[in-house]
């Protein structure tokens, strides 16, 4: 936890309960996730303790730009707080921003910029709302700040401007916040693995939780709507809108194991297969419990036990948290 509060504490809206102590803070998350659960029908909720997360390590952000200002929305609010430092991001964001100032302020640019902290370098893309043309000026002043040794790649409306290597989909395509709480995800779906031998992995992504399984020589295919996430997986992923044309009961009858990483609206459709289907074992990852409740609940209704939820403190003093919930079915259920 934080030494002291943040500088912007109370007026950014990134931040909401940093003014707790940390017996404080785990006892709100904690009892968020309980409330979720209870209103969803469940009586004995197997919650974990919650696992933190420590600040100054989360790798992406997405900075509100507008006509050259740089910062987080007010919350509840369109307004801009100039954000100069923020103390959950790695150092690398941090030294950026006043480079990315200097190169945009005078251009009166509105939009998002989206960066993301990878192993290589910055990678930054910058998407206008009015869909800027590259003007002379304009791209000179991205041309200068593609020059930056931090940078990888600068991106412009979907438009690759500057790229030192390949690095596949874009800084706004999901990736998990921080490097540190994607290894704790990691560690908590192996925990849960046995002998299963065919994994089907629902929401994918670049392959979070595919590719440490196929390194262990479990057979995986990784599922997501985005193809240039999936294609980072190659001949083990598989493009499909798992909203519009989830995988059905059929296709994954035989599956010894099904994990599904959805976003916030939950994974309706798909947990309706899931539950008419014959796995027996089903790992949730979920940023938001409400959601996860409700899917959870249909997967109890179709014969699934709730065996464990382990917090993740992935959002770090937001209201927000994640979760990794395991199911286990009866064979003779």
């Known amino acids: 936890m934080l030494e002291k509060k943040c500088q912007y504490f109370g007026s950014c809206g990134g931040c909401v309960w940093q003014d707790l102590s940390e017996k404080e803070y785990v006892t709100k998350k904690e009892n968020f996730i309980r409330r979720a659960f209870q209103d969803a029908g469940f009586k004995n909720i197997p919650l974990q ?3 933190l997360v420590p600040t100054g390590t989360r790798r992406r952000a997405c900075f509100a730009l507008n006509h050259g200002h740089i910062g987080f929305n007010q919350e509840h609010s369109h307004q801009i707080i100039e954000i100069f430092s923020c103390p959950l991001l790695v150092p690398a964001i941090n030294a950026i921003l006043p480079i990315l100032r200097e190169k945009l302020q005078h251009l009166k640019l509105s939009g998002d910029i989206f960066i993301l902290a990878t192993d290589f ?3 930054i893309h910058i ?7 590259l003007s002379l000026d304009l791209l000179e002043n991205l041309n200068q700040l593609a020059q930056e040794p931090s940078i990888i790649r600068l991106v412009y409306n979907n438009q690759p401007l500057f790229e030192k290597m390949p ?9 998990q916040p921080s490097k540190e709480g994607e290894k704790t995800l990691i560690q908590l779906m192996l925990q849960n693995i046995s002998d299963e031998k065919t994994v089907v992995d629902l929401f994918c992504g670049k392959g979070t939780f595919t590719v440490p399984l196929l390194e262990r020589h479990i057979a995986t295919t990784g599922y997501d709507n985005v193809p240039e996430a999936v294609a980072c997986l190659k001949e083990n992923g598989q493009v499909r809108d798992l909203f519009r044309s989830p995988l059905t009961s059929n296709e994954l009858n035989g599956t010894d194991l099904v994990i599904l990483d959805p976003p916030r609206a939950g994974a309706l459709a798909q947990i309706e297969e899931i539950a008419a289907s014959n796995v027996t074992k089903v790992i949730m990852i979920s940023c938001n419990p409400k959601t996860a409740a409700r899917d959870s609940s249909i997967l109890c209704q179709s014969g699934f036990q709730l065996q464990t939820i382990t917090p993740v403190d992935q959002f770090t003093y937001s209201n927000h948290v994640e979760i990794v919930a395991t199911f286990i079915k009866s064979t003779s259920f």
């Not at 998407?127 to 043309?133: L, Y």
């Open 167 to 175: 690095l596949g989909a874009f800084a706004d395509t999901f990736m």
């Open 121 to 123: 370098g910055l990678d």
């Open 127 to 133: 998407k206008t709302k009015q869909n800027s043309k």
């Open 49 to 51: 303790p919650l696992i």
